[in-house]
């Protein structure tokens, strides 16, 4: 049985990782968490550490303790607003902590690695959809922490032979298929759960950040991947740098864009409310549109989305909301 270390198994879509590693029955998981955003209770098995990527002790501790065969990294921050306002946690928390957990990794044997990048690191596209080769101009702290380690990772992976896969994650959206996790932010800046409040009537109403942007419907449009199909992702990922690929990136998401008005009239025909609307100006540092192109993935990784379709991913994110309000 081989052991994996899921770094940030607490969160949304770790705690997801974490279930499906242990549904394949093959796996030892152990998961590291500080639970600054991430709760106990969404770690449904294997072991837990508290811990913070800061205590590069504690991670020396941990990688001496087990002899992990693979390691999964979710732990970061990710709100592209309050990375414009506060950098420096930012910049501490993802970029330093990464090198804290990189240098004791290839101190312990340098297991492979599996890092959560993101769209973010291509900045304002260029060209839709976006592919791997897309150039990276990230346009907020939080895009820049991502693209720093993905640099970082390269120079790590030639200097210690340590091998990598980043993937960039589109937008991650939906919920365990069996309605046991879900998205919990703390504060909620996400689209599709901030829709369903307003459907559930935990929040008044949607704001809608801007209608003037050039789409069909003056919204903008993102490609929004299902949890499960991301987990599904890195899976195989790991499993193809055991089989000896070279480190590489992966652009993931279903390669369709919805628009914000789009989510909205789906959300609304799922769950049988008419989500009340208020329109908003744009908020700073938002794109257009947001689009993968997951060829590579597809053909290398052999990754197979279950649930691409938008309905199915609201659906789920449905039934986790009604359980969060009872
Ligand atoms: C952003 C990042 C992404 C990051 C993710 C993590 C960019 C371009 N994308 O995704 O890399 O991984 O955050 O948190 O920086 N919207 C509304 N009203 C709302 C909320 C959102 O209209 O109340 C709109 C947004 O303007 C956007 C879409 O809905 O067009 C999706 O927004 P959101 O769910 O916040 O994700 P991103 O900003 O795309």
């Known amino acids: 049985m081989k052991t994996i270390l899921v770094v940030g198994g607490a969160g949304y879509i ?76 930012y910049y501490q928390n993802n970029v330093a902590g990464t090198l804290n957990l990189l240098d004791a990794i290839i101190s312990h044997g340098a297991p492979p690695i599996i890092f959560s990048s ?17 150039p990276t101009q990230p346009i907020n702290p939080y895009g820049k922490t991502k693209w720093m380690i993905e640099h970082i990772l390269a120079d790590y992976g030639r200097a210690h032979q340590l091998k990598f896969t980043c993937l960039r994650y589109f937008n991650a959206a939906g919920a365990d298929p069996e309605g046991q996790l879900g998205e919990r932010h703390q504060p909620e800046t996400h689209l599709i759960p901030l829709v369903l409040q307003a459907a559930s009537g935990r929040r008044s109403h949607l704001t809608i950040f801007g209608q003037d942007y050039d789409t069909p419907d003056g919204t903008g449009i993102r490609d929004y991947i299902h949890v499960y199909d991301l987990c599904q992702a890195h899976l195989l990922a790991l499993e193809q740098l055991w089989q000896g690929a070279d480190s590489t990136a992966y652009n993931l998401g279903n390669g369709t864009g919805f628009s914000v008005k789009q989510v909205i009239e789906t959300a609304n025909l799922v769950t049988g409310n008419t989500i009340p609307i208020v329109m908003g100006t744009r908020r700073k540092g938002d794109p257009a549109r947001l689009v993968a192109d997951s060829t590579h993935a597809k053909l290398k990784l052999n990754w197979q989305p279950q649930y691409a379709d938008l309905t199915t991913i609201i659906t789920h994110a449905w039934q986790w909301e009604q359980q969060l309000i009872r």
Do not use: C, W
């Open 14 to 89: 770790g705690s997801q990782m974490v279930k499906q590693l242990l549904a394949t029955g093959n796996y030892h998981v152990v998961t590291l968490d500080n639970l600054s955003h991430g709760y106990r209770d969404a770690i449904i098995g294997g072991d837990f550490v508290l811990g913070d990527l800061a205590d590069r002790t504690g991670l020396d501790h941990l990688l001496a303790d087990y002899q992990f065969d693979g390691i999964i990294h979710f732990a970061s921050f990710i709100e592209v607003g309050e990375s414009m306002q506060q950098p420096g946690k």
């Open 118 to 134: 993101t769209a973010a690191i291509f900045g304002e596209p260029q060209y839709t959809p976006i592919d791997e080769q897309h």
